[in-house]
């Protein structure tokens, strides 16, 4: 046998393992091990029992990017002719990789904050940060926390007093945040998560909080803050774009009104054509009048939309004006009654109404029958028009809802 062999047997018997000397061992300190068993499971018995419960709600979606799947299928037949269409939409989308950086925003997460919580107990919905502040028990395993491993915290704390830290938003503007606030918003990146699937194509925001229903209403906030976000954005960019072009102020009001009349012209004739499913024998007394008017009046309401959409900051502004004063005006302009069987006063107050004239002169168009003279109906309709185009110029001319 040479040396080589007998190296290698002796290193194989090393390796061995002796299992009775093992088990000699264990029994020797069986004591030990026991007492250490019992402490670990008294001490993984007393966290389950006296942690805090935690509810995880989730939320999945997929961004809307249809501005590059089109850019990017237009673009690679173009490149193929010489042609270039990056600039069409570049910029114009977030991509999703960047909504954790939103989601972790100041800006956001302030807004986050103020978001109302159904919370047991309470009759009344409570923000986030009232809950957190005035409401919200860590139990006991949270304040053996707090004082033990949280306890230098603590200490600092009550010689730092009210100090506030200076943050930069993203909108350029100087935030003063509590250290309250401050505390609050680092707990609350921790509680909220945003993952992106880039195979897949969608986000998930998971929210975790002590209440069940809370953690589901703060997750659809998020969501909802983020597609703001995102959509405001996207809009931005679009009147950015308008702004630094060459075009006058009147060719951009008149491009958005001759979409909103084609949209309006576009409904009305397919709600007419699907009325005579009903009403097959009905005829237009006076066709020119009706298309007429009904040019006039998708001016006037597209006069309107945009003045509302100025002044709106969100989709839920917009809706406020459509619901609380559109909607009084039209059932207020002698829809469902003739203005003729009002007193003097309300008959008075009633011609200042807008609708008052278009209801009338859709009327005499299609039945021949109106409380109101139709020349002076017409005039009214365009002064109203004029005078409503004069004030989006000026708006478009401050920059008003564009530039601020």
């Not at 799947?69 to 570049?90: D, E, R």
């Not at 009046?297 to 406020?320: K, P, Q, R, Y």
């Amino acid at each position: 046998m040479t040396k080589e062999t007998e190296n290698i047997i002796q290193h194989q018997e090393d390796d061995t393992i002796d299992i009775v000397a093992l088990l000699k061992q264990l029994w020797v300190a069986r004591k030990t091990i026991l007492r250490f068993t019992i402490l670990f499971l008294f001490l993984g018995l007393f966290v389950a029992i006296f942690s805090k419960k935690e509810y995880t709600a989730s939320t999945t979606f997929v961004p809307s990017n249809q501005g590059e799947g089109t850019n990017g299928k237009l673009g690679g037949l173009a490149s193929l002719a010489g042609i270039s269409l990056g600039g069409a939409n570049a910029g114009s989308e977030i991509s999703p990789e960047l909504y954790p950086q939103i989601v972790n925003s100041i800006p956001f997460q302030l807004e986050l904050l103020k978001t109302k919580l159904t919370i047991d107990g309470q009759e009344k919905p409570v923000s986030y940060k009232d809950y957190y502040e005035n409401l919200y028990s860590p139990g006991l395993l949270g304040n053996i926390k707090k004082y033990t491993l949280g306890l230098p915290g603590v200490v600092l704390s009550l010689f730092r007093g009210d100090a506030e830290e200076e943050i930069v938003s993203q909108e350029n503007q100087i935030l003063s945040l509590s250290q309250e606030d401050n505390d609050l918003i680092k707990q609350l990146a921790e509680q909220i998560s945003l993952t992106v699937n880039d195979k897949e194509g969608f986000v998930t925001i998971s929210v975790t909080l002590p209440e069940a229903r809370a953690s589901a209403q703060l997750t659809i906030k998020a969501q909802t803050l983020l597609q703001d976000y995102v959509l405001k954005f996207k809009t931005q960019k679009s009147i950015e774009e308008l702004l630094v072009s060459p075009m006058p102020n009147w060719a951009i009001l008149v491009g958005f009104i001759m979409g909103g009349v084609s949209r309006g012209v576009l409904i009305g004739c397919i709600v007419f054509c699907v009325s005579l499913f009903f009403y097959p024998s009905f005829t237009i007394v006076n066709p020119l009048l009706t298309v007429v008017v009904l040019f006039l009046t998708a001016i006037l309401f597209s006069l309107m939309g945009f003045i509302n959409a100025i002044f709106a900051d969100s989709f839920d502004d917009i809706s406020i004006i459509p619901t609380f004063v559109l909607t009084p005006l039209i059932y207020l302009g002698g829809v469902f009654y003739s203005i003729n069987i009002l007193p003097d006063l309300w008959r008075n107050i009633s011609m200042a109404n807008p609708m008052l004239y278009v209801v009338n002169t859709f009327r005499e168009g299609m039945l021949g029958v109106s409380d109101v003279s139709i020349p002076f109906a017409l005039a009214m309709i365009v002064f109203f028009i004029v005078v409503l185009a004069s004030a989006c110029l000026l708006l478009l001319h401050r920059g008003i809802g564009t530039r601020q």
